[in-house]
């Protein structure tokens, strides 16, 4: 497979390193074991003939070609944690040249690959429009304001919308280098995913700090105060709406356009979230939790847990005492 890995001034070192690292590893691993994997035959290119990652490592990269495309185009997040640090980063000039680049690298039939905040970068080009995408969950309300037109889900690890593959939150790079190691060969992934000790991720749900996303506009915030005073006595949208001083029309929009969730669908992951913190610090039963949560037994704790955060509830399990 020929990947072209486009490389953005202030890349994120570890998710351009975990890209590269993983495919050579990939490479290495197909010849020791005999695998009938063609070798990814991996490229940098830049706008500019130097590149400076985050931490100030310089990066040298080959010109875009002006003609052909590789099978695929990977771009690593740059290094941002807050919103106005990146609208700045995706108006600067070589970020809008990166992204007409990908423009002609998708008009010559490239495929698209991301991860973290790079999925901004194609989102700002207007390549996400119409598409699911992932990205990092803590600036998913800001990217869900700023682009709309994407149908964003930013509790999946990997989304695959017809040629653009989107990754989730930082190391979501080592998710998005296996996907790809994959689409090669799934026993080349599967031992490579063993040399690197990684488990399957299939959900950011289970690592992301809810508050955060809340804080950041203040109508969700009050609804989630009230909500954490109500969870073990239920879920009312007209006391949420009356808490929140807003009708249950406008707080339902609002939590659609600022998380992506109903406020039902919210409380629920308010629910869990208590649940796994007291789980994880006291020795309280499952049972003794789902009722502190709103829950009439265990079972149903059980299966909500297994359905939100997957492989995640074994170290869950090692704390408390289970019921």
């Not at 007409?100 to 194609?122: D, E, H, K």
């Not at 005073?229 to 001083?245: H, I, Y």
């Amino acid at each position: 497979m020929n990947i072209h890995v486009l490389v953005l001034e202030g890349v994120f070192d570890t998710g351009l390193a975990a890209v590269l690292d993983a495919l050579s590893m990939a490479n290495q691993l197909a010849g020791m074991a005999g695998l009938p994997a063609a070798p990814f035959q991996v490229k940098l290119v830049g706008v500019r003939a130097t590149v400076k990652t985050a931490q100030g490592l310089a990066v040298p990269v080959a010109p875009i070609p002006r003609r052909g495309a590789p099978d695929l185009v990977v771009v690593p997040a740059i290094a941002f944690m807050s919103a106005e640090p990146l609208r700045q980063a995706l108006a600067r000039p070589a970020t809008v040249e990166a992204m007409a680049a990908l423009r002609t690298y998708v008009q010559r039939g490239a495929g698209l690959a991301t991860a973290c905040i790079g999925t901004f970068v194609l989102a700002e080009a207007g390549l996400l429009d119409d598409h699911e995408a992932t990205t990092t969950w803590w600036l998913a309300p800001f990217f869900r304001h700023r682009y709309p037109g994407v149908r964003l889900d930013e509790s999946r690890m990997i989304i695959e919308s017809g040629r653009i593959t989107t990754a989730g939150a930082a190391l979501g790079h080592v998710d998005l280098a296996l996907w790809i190691i994959r689409r090669q060969s799934p026993s080349l992934a599967a031992l490579a995913a063993r040399y690197l000790i990684l488990d399957a991720r299939p959900s950011q749900s289970a690592y992301a700090l809810v508050e955060h996303m809340a804080h950041s506009d203040p109508l969700v915030e009050r609804f989630e105060r009230w909500a954490r005073s109500a969870l073990a006595r239920g879920f009312s949208l007209d006391e949420a709406a009356a808490a929140a001083a807003t009708s249950k029309r406008t707080l339902a929009r609002h939590l659609r356009e600022v998380l992506g969730r109903s406020p039902l669908a919210y409380f629920q992951d308010l629910r869990v979230e208590r649940a796994v913190h007291l789980l994880k610090t006291t020795a309280q039963t499952v049972e003794e939790v789902a009722g502190q949560v709103g829950y009439a037994d265990g079972v149903t704790l059980r299966s909500l847990l297994r359905r939100r955060l997957g492989s995640g509830v074994k170290a869950i399990r090692g704390h408390g005492r289970d019921g």
